[in-house]
């Protein structure tokens, strides 16, 4: 009975661990058929059915499940060795990650720049959107890591705190009847502009809510902390911002009686995932986590 190889025993990985054949096919650099045909030789070579084809999607038989952990041990253990024999090795192929709208404003691009020059022969795909979808989609296996605000609650990731973000309240100078009032108060009489539920700012701002004892009048929602910070340039409403950028964008800084928590930031990435990817890639991104740039004129 042949092995099985490394490359089969990968190919299975990703196809157990993604939502479909296609995004496994993709995390690995193969067409679909290629990925079915590296499991259906390792099926052939354990003389067992690892996935339940019947169905409308591929399924994980009760062989598959007791092979899992046990493949994850290999690869992991082939990622360790790689690491050991060259730790400076330099990475190749893709690299697709997500970030949030305020690491895109901030300090994305010296980290991608740095990327780049350490290692030319990686193709790097930043994704942005809110915590919440990209949590799902690196669950899902389409991206390789994440930095998102908050722990992940999921079973399947894992969290590892890379940075903070501080922010203030702030409107624009001139609000009518607004000089002289706090945070909760402006809160009754103007819209709150802020981003959408689904962000990780959401649970500063209810904890915020929860401590003042207050509640929001109105919102505006939207997934842009540029088009947010436009917005309270004109006048649109109250919100808060990095604290930095209120005085860079000549906002007036708003009382409350308690401050707003800073929102701690995670590298975030799927159990079981040891590729020199990752391993390499984590402590870059700890480096570079700074909410204090601005993407704005001082």
């Known amino acids: 009975m042949p092995m099985p190889s490394i490359k089969q025993l990968e190919a299975f990985w990703w196809a157990a661990t993604c939502t479909t054949f296609a995004t496994a096919a993709e995390r690995v650099h193969l067409s679909v058929s290629s990925l079915s045909k590296r499991i259906s030789e390792l099926e052939a070579s354990l003389g067992h059915q690892l996935f339940d084809r019947s169905g409308h999607r591929a399924v994980l038989t009760e062989e598959g499940q007791r092979l899992l952990p046990s493949a994850l041990g290999v690869l992991n253990a082939m990622a360790a060795l790689s690491q050991t024999l060259d730790a400076n090795v330099a990475l190749t192929g893709r690299c697709r990650f997500g970030v949030g709208d305020l690491s895109a404003l901030t300090w994305l691009p010296h980290f991608v720049a740095t990327a780049r020059r350490a290692h030319p022969q990686l193709e790097m795909e930043p994704y942005v959107d809110v915590g919440g979808v990209l949590e799902r989609r690196l669950a899902d296996g389409e991206l390789d890591f994440a930095v998102i605000a908050g722990r992940s609650s999921r079973s399947e990731l894992l969290s590892q705190p890379v940075g903070s973000a501080h922010f ?123 909410f204090r740039h601005h993407p704005f004129n001082a």
């Open 168 to 290: 203030s309240w702030a409107t624009a100078h001139g609000l009518p009847g607004s000089d002289e009032l706090d945070a909760a108060e402006l809160l009754q009489r103007f819209p709150l502009v802020t981003l959408p539920q689904s962000a990780g700012t959401t649970r500063l701002l209810d904890e915020w809510l929860l401590e003042n004892q207050t509640s929001v009048h109105e919102r505006i929602f939207c997934n842009s902390w540029g088009a947010v910070a436009g917005m309270l340039r004109l006048g649109v409403g109250v919100g808060f911002l990095p604290t930095h950028w209120v005085k860079a964008l000549n906002l007036r800084c708003v009382h409350s009686q308690t401050p707003l928590i800073p929102l701690h930031y995670t590298f975030q990435w799927r159990r079981g995932d040891a590729r020199s990817l990752i391993a390499t890639l984590h402590p870059l991104v700890q480096d570079y986590v700074d």
